[in-house]
């Protein structure tokens, strides 16, 4: 099973990304994940990548599609993945789509999670408080969505042409908009 799961930023890919990976027994890989993991552990790539993180933009794609082939790579993908994040740019599409020609299989669905832009924007602040994640304030917040709805949301329309997309409305409950994910995927999830 090879997954997508896309969405605006605070509409839950990363929660909703570990139970639908779950369920499918593939590694959830989100490259903002490790893109933190890196950031926090200082090394270069982390380095690199934190100074566009930090005001929202996007990491430039020649390192990010390096990281998600690596990642890709690794044994535990090869009987799949659900990427959370990854692609965000035309040039990422048509790299990923490539990294899965390789491998000889082909991308099963991708699971859009669409949300009020508004009430994103009061869930991040909400998780500011929380998490303390240094891109959670709220002018960088702003210039995610900014990004998403410039560079991110027009590649759905691509993936609409190939009839991969399952639009799935992420307000709500978590379990609520799990179920409805598990739904538009046609899966009976696990109790
Ligand atoms: P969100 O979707 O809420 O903005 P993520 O945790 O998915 O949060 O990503 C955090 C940051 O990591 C992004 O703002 C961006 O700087 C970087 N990033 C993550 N994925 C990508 C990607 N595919 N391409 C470029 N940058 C990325």
Do not use: C, W
């Amino acid at each position: 099973m090879r997954l997508l799961l896309m969405g605006p930023p605070g509409a839950g890919k990363g929660t909703q990304a570990k139970f639908v990976a779950e369920h499918f027994g593939v590694p959830a890989i989100s490259t903002g994940d490790i893109f933190r993991a890196n950031v926090s552990e200082g090394t270069p790539l982390g380095i690199q990548a934190k100074a566009y993180m930090d005001k929202g933009e996007y990491v430039p794609d020649e390192v990010t599609n390096l990281m998600v082939r690596n990642r890709i790579d690794e044994p535990d993908a090869a009987p799949g993945f659900l990427l959370d994040g990854y692609p965000r740019t035309l040039a990422q599409v048509e790299e990923l789509d490539g990294m899965i020609k390789h491998t000889g299989h082909q991308l099963d669905a991708v699971v859009v999670i669409t949300a009020d832009p508004e009430e994103l924007v009061a869930r991040l602040l909400q998780r500011a408080q929380v998490e303390g994640r240094a891109d959670d304030t709220e002018d960088v917040i702003r210039r995610r969505q900014e990004l998403y709805a410039a560079e991110t949301e027009p590649l759905i329309a691509v993936y609409k042409e190939r009839g991969l997309v399952h639009e799935v409305d992420g307000m709500g409950e978590v379990e609520d908009v799990t179920k409805r994910i598990f739904d538009a995927l046609d899966v009976v999830p696990q109790s």
